[in-house]
């Protein structure tokens, strides 16, 4: 992984997918989990609080070093045993019809071959075990579908390889597992790009949340658009509203 993904992705993302939206979708996906657990995109143990006491143990599969230590506070405050099971949800190094539940949140739409990860996960489950998830994803109102494909390229670089525009229903009911409940809806996170009609006024104002993360996590928000892996028009434009941010919160 690069510095940017490396670094700057996980400090991020602890607290953009902990804001007040999250944690009511975190225990709603944790209800019922019991037993042994696997988490495939662990990240920074941010589900930890919403496990039900049922859980007994979780292998967190995460590749992320940075994630890991931030999660180290909350994996030793937790009740259930959790280990680091490894780096790779497409490759699970783990036997065979072994757990009794897997946990996955935020990650679907980021793993690069996710077809290829919900087959280890079905590989992994013991007969009658259940994949609890919650995910972002291609939404089925075309207008908006259509902003997230213009966005993907911009999204899919600072936010470590996610995809606004995966179609996760589509890749779960091609996977083997049966799918018995799926709930969606519409939801704007307080960390995302709305696509819609006012994308403009949106897209400044989370590049002025981002600057705001950047800074909480002690990051220099500078060095983050000069080093990000984008095209030189594009970082000078993110440079130059990074800027102008700047600028109204010393007005304010």
């Known amino acids: 992984m690069g510095w940017w993904t490396d670094q700057v992705v996980p400090r991020v993302a602890d607290k953009a997918l902990n804001t007040k939206e999250i944690p009511p979708l975190r225990d709603r996906v944790c209800q019922g989990l ?11 143990g941010l589900n930890i609080a919403h496990y039900p006491p049922a859980v007994r143990s979780v292998s967190a599969v995460e590749p992320s070093n940075v994630a890991w230590r931030i999660a180290q506070p909350r994996v030793q405050t937790n009740r259930a045993q959790v280990v680091r099971a490894g780096l790779d949800g497409q490759r699970l190094a783990l036997p065979t019809a072994t757990f009794d539940a897997a946990l996955s949140t935020f990650t679907m739409c980021t793993i690069p071959d996710l ?4 087959k280890e996960i079905l590989r992994v489950l ?18 908006v579908a259509r902003w997230q494909d213009r966005l993907q390229p911009i999204q899919g670089r600072v936010a470590g390889g996610c995809h606004l525009n995966r179609p996760i229903a589509e890749h779960l009911s091609g996977s083997g597992l049966e799918l018995e409940d799926l709930e969606t809806g519409r939801t704007i996170l307080s960390g ?8 403009r006024r949106d897209f400044a104002n989370f590049l002025e ?8 996590c002690g990051i220099d928000y500078t060095r ?11 970082r000078g434009y993110l440079l130059k509203r990074a800027g102008t941010g700047a600028r109204r919160g010393a007005d304010r």
């Not at 019991?34 to 920074?44: K, L, M, P, T």
């Open 126 to 143: 013991k007969p009658g075990g259940v994949l609890h998830f919650v995910e972002h994803g291609r939404s089925p109102d075309a207008s």
């Open 115 to 118: 077809d290829a990860a919900l």
């Open 192 to 199: 995302g790009v709305a696509a819609r009609a006012g994308y």
């Open 224 to 234: 983050v658009m000069t080093d990000m892996p984008l095209d030189a028009a594009l």
């Open 209 to 216: 949340r981002w600057r705001t993360r950047c800074t909480s």
């Open 34 to 44: 019991s037993g042994d657990v696997v988490e495939v995109g662990f990240g920074s």
